[in-house]
Each structure stands twice: as structure tokens, then as C-alpha cells.
């Protein structure tokens, strides 16, 4: 665990996990989550074998795990969240990198790849939200309020988003509940906000990078039209469906998530 000051004064939280990987990755976390829901990834990495010549390092936006809470909604933006990376990286001094996104840090990553080109390879987006943003309906601005006073109904939306979730494991429990409870209350509401109207689709279609956008076969909380449109704005964009998958193969089925990744990466 380790903590970044970027220009604006923001501290961004970072982790990283020597010699896991053929060349150095860096993971961006969807919205009400952090840096632990890769650890079912360290963890199948590590049983692999250790030593490998690049780093896996995961970084959590504003208002998530460690880093700063915002201060203001004006702070929540797709852009802020992106900036804060890439100075992140810069600062590591490690480019060219690659980069793997999972839902709302899908999209983040998409557009670090047009904001620094020099400082990635390629990048693989598991379930992004699309370059349009979403639109969430006045139910679900609702429920976001309402699970900011209530972790038993934060438990049960994040739950739901993870296909056959076992709601009694401890990994869920402890973790998965308590970091969706924290991050909701902090900038979870605000995301959705700053999702609302968003379209970067031009940004995006200078970017050469390879890059890979796989969707869930079962994700029922993202678009997969929007996935297909996403791959298609980037001139060496691929898009596949991962069968037996909801919107979170990281977590459902981590060892089948590191051998898509690592075939498209390495």
C-alpha cells in the first residue's frame, strides 16, 4: 500500500504486486469497489509462480480504499479519475504499461490510452462502462441514496452484480460489502452523476493501441451494444463475449479472468 500526492493535492492509493506478470499492468477497480477485488487475480497469479519480469499494480480513485475522499461533487469526474493516473504513472516512471479496466475503470482506462498515448502498450476492459456514459433512471439515483444509510441494502446491490454471489463468504461479507458501504457514502452517488451525459467517443478514436473489451455473457447491469460500440471506436479494438460470466469475472471466475487477460496482454 502506497499513497500518491498528485498536483491537485489528491491522494490516490495505490498497491502493487512484484514479478506477477510477463510486463508491468496497471488495474483500475469499477465504482463501489477498490483494490481488494483484485485479489482474487493476485491470488491466482501467485499459485502460478512469482518472478516474472513486470508488476501488477492497482489503483483506487478518488473516494475508494485509500485514496482522498472528494470534497466536492465538481471533483467527480471521468477526467479528474484519468488525470490521477496518469500522473500516477508518470511518476512511477514504468511506461510504456499496460492497462486492464473492470465496468466504470474500463472506461477510465479507455480514455488514459487518448489522454497519454506514450504511456501504454495495450489495454483490456473487462465490462466498461461505454464511451456514452449511462444513464440510470430515478430508481436507481434512489437506491444509491439509500444504500448510503443502509449497508444491508449496499450488500445486496453489489451482490447483485456478481453472477451465483455467494452473499455468506467472507470475502463478501467483510470485504466486498464493507469497501461498496464506504465508497457509496463517499462518491459512489457522485459517479453516477458524473456518468449521466458523458461522450468521449472522439477522444477515443485516434488511439492505435491494441485493445481488447470483453463482456460478460450474463452482465445484466452493463449494455453489451455498448461494449461492441466501444471496441469498434478504436482502430485496433476487439470485442468478446465471456461466456459464463456476469459483469464481474474478476471476482466470479478469476482464473479463466487471468488467462483471457494474459493471452491478449503477453
Not at 485479489?39 to 497469479?45: R, W
Not at 485509500?66 to 479519475?81: A, C, I, R
Not at 508518470?90 to 497519454?116: D, F, Y
Not at 466501444?230 to 479472468?257: D, I, R, S, Y
Request: hydrophobic share 45%.
Amino acid at each position: 500500500m502506497a499513497l500518491f500526492k498528485t498536483a491537485q493535492e489528491i491522494n490516490i492509493n495505490y498497491d502493487v504486486f512484484p514479478g506477477l506478470l510477463s510486463s508491468t499492468t496497471f488495474f483500475i477497480h469499477g465504482n463501489l469497489a477498490s483494490n481488494c477485488w483484485w485479489m482474487p487475480t493476485v491470488e491466482i497469479l501467485k499459485s502460478q509462480g512469482k518472478g516474472l519480469a513486470g508488476d501488477m499494480i492497482c489503483g483506487e480513485f478518488r473516494g475508494c480504499g485509500g485514496s482522498s475522499v472528494p470534497q466536492s461533487e465538481d471533483e467527480v469526474t471521468m477526467k479528474n479519475f484519468a488525470d490521477d493516473f496518469v500522473q500516477l504513472i508518470r511518476s512511477l516512471k514504468l511506461a510504456p504499461i499496460n492497462l486492464v479496466g473492470h465496468s466504470t475503470g474500463g472506461l477510465i482506462a479507455a480514455m488514459m490510452l487518448a489522454q497519454a498515448p506514450e504511456l501504454f502498450n495495450k489495454a483490456f476492459l473487462l465490462d466498461p462502462v461505454g464511451a456514452e456514459g449511462v444513464k440510470f433512471d430515478t430508481a436507481m439515483i434512489q437506491a444509491f441514496e439509500a444504500m448510503k444509510v443502509d449497508k444491508n441494502l449496499t450488500g445486496i446491490v453489489i451482490g447483485s452484480t456478481i453472477l451465483n454471489n455467494n452473499a455468506n463468504s467472507s470475502f463478501f461479507k467483510d470485504i466486498i460489502v464493507e469497501d461498496a458501504f464506504k465508497g457509496v457514502k463517499a462518491v459512489g452517488h457522485l459517479v453516477l452523476k458524473a456518468l449521466d451525459g458523458l461522450d468521449v467517443r472522439e477522444s477515443l478514436k485516434n488511439s492505435n493501441h491494441p485493445v481488447m473489451v470483453m463482456h460478460g455473457e450474463h452482465d445484466v447491469l452493463l449494455s453489451k451494444t455498448e461494449s461492441e460500440k466501444l471496441a469498434k471506436l478504436f482502430k485496433n479494438g476487439k470485442f468478446e463475449t465471456l461466456e459464463g460470466c456476469g459483469h464481474c469475472a474478476n471476482v466470479e471466475n478469476p482464473a479463466l479472468f487471468v488467462k483471457k487477460f494474459s493471452q491478449f496482454l503477453y
